[in-house]
C-alpha cells in the first residue's frame, strides 16, 4: 500500500496533516529573508599586503612574488591571482570547491606567516581574510548639504551618519566614497633646520610622541585605587605649532619657528561623481545572513529621520539592489500565481470536471507550501536562485497533478465509483508520482 492509498483510506489524518504542514509553511515563509543572492561561501582567499610608497615593481619582487610561492605549497589551491597598485598588494587564492573555506584561510594565513620576515620590515601586517559576497553595497546614495563645506559633509558622513546607520539591523558596514579627511600638515623649512643643525628625522621623532594615550599606573588616593594616564595630545593645530622641540646640542625651538602648521585636509585618493559634478557619497552594506529588503526599509527609515533632524541635507540615491531584489521576488511570486491558476484553468478545459478542478486548485497550494518549512529550517532565503529552483518544481508538480487527476478521471467515466476509482488511479501511477 503507497501512501495515496493509505491517505484516501484515512482522509481525515491525511488533510489534519496538510492543514498543520501548510500552518507550518507560511510561517516558515514569513520568516525567510528575501535576498538578491544567497550567503555563499566560496573557498577564495583574499590577502592585502600595504607598503606605502611602494611602486607596483617593487611590490612585485619583495612582496607578491614571495606571498604567491608560499601560497602555491598549499593543498587544492586552483588560481593565483594578484592585482597591484601603488601602496598595495591584492594577491586572490582560488581553491577547489571541496575545499573547506576555513581550513583555506587557516592555510593562507601560515604560509604568509613563514615568509613574513623575508618581506620589507616596513610593510604593514598582511591581512588574510576570506571573500564576502554579502559584504558588497547593496544601497550607495549622494549627499549634499546648504550649511556644509566639503570637511564638515565628510566628518558628518563618518560620525552622525554612520552611527545612525550601523545602528540599523542587518547593515554591515557603511563606508564614505569621496570628500575630504581633514590632516595638520607640517611642513619644515630645509633652510632653518639646516641653520639650527637639526634634521627632519629629530623633529619627526618627537612628532611621533604626540596624540598619544598609555596606561600610567594606579594611585592610592583617600584609601581608594584610581587608575592613571599618561596622556600626550594636541587639541588644535595651534597647540601643535607651539610644541617644543629639542635639538641634539641642548637647545630648543618651537615647532612654528622651523615648519609651516597648517589645520587643511589631505590630498584626495578617491573621488565620487553624480552627473559629472565631484559629490561626496556613502555606501551601505547588509551583514551575512541578513534581508535586503528589511535592511533597505530599515536604512530609509534612519535617513528619513536624520532629514527631519537636518533639514539642510539632501539624498539622492545612486545604487539600489534592494529594489532590484524586491521586484525579482514579486516577478517570482507572480509567476508562481500565474503558473497555478493557468494549471488549474489546463484541467478545467481538458477534463470539464468541477470536482477535478477544484482537487488540483486545492492540491497545488498545499504541495508547495510545506516545501517552505524544510527550506527555513536549511537556512534557506528566498532568492533569485530558490524562487527558480521553486517555478521549476512547480511545473513537475503541476504535470503530475494532472496526469493524477486525469487517470482518476478516466476510471470515473468507466463507471467506477469515486473510493474505487481513486484507490486504482493511484495503485497504477501513484509510485511514479511520488518519485517524480
Known sequence: MNLSAWSIRNPIPAAMLFVLLTLAGLLSFSAMKVQNFPDMDLPVVMVTAALPGAAPGQL????ARKIENAIATTQGLKHITTTLVDGTATIAAE???EK?????VDDVRSAVSRVRADMPADLRDPIVAKLELSAQPILAFAVASDRMDDESLSWFVDDTLTRRLLAVQGVGAVSRVGGVTREVRVALDPMK????NATASD???QLRAVQVESAGGRADLGGTEQPLRTIATVQTAQELAAMDIALSDGRHVRLDQVATVSDTVAEQRTAALLDGKPVIGFEVSRSRGASEVEVGAGVQRALDQLLTDHPDLHLTRTVDFVNIAQDEYDSSMRLLYEGAILAVVVVWLFLRDWRA???SAVALPLSVIPAFIGMQLLGFSINIITLLALSLVVGI???DAIVEVEN??????MGKSPYQAAMEAADEIGLAVIAT
Open 203 to 205: 623633529v619627526s621623532r
Open 95 to 97: 581553491f577547489q570547491l
Open 100 to 104: 573547506p573555506v576555513q581550513e583555506a
Open 397 to 399: 508538480l503541476v504535470d
Open 60 to 63: 612585485e619582487s619583495d612582496v
Open 408 to 413: 482518476i478521471v478516466r476510471h470515473l467515466r
Open 357 to 359: 478542478t477544484i482537487v
Open 193 to 196: 633646520l639646516q641653520a639650527l
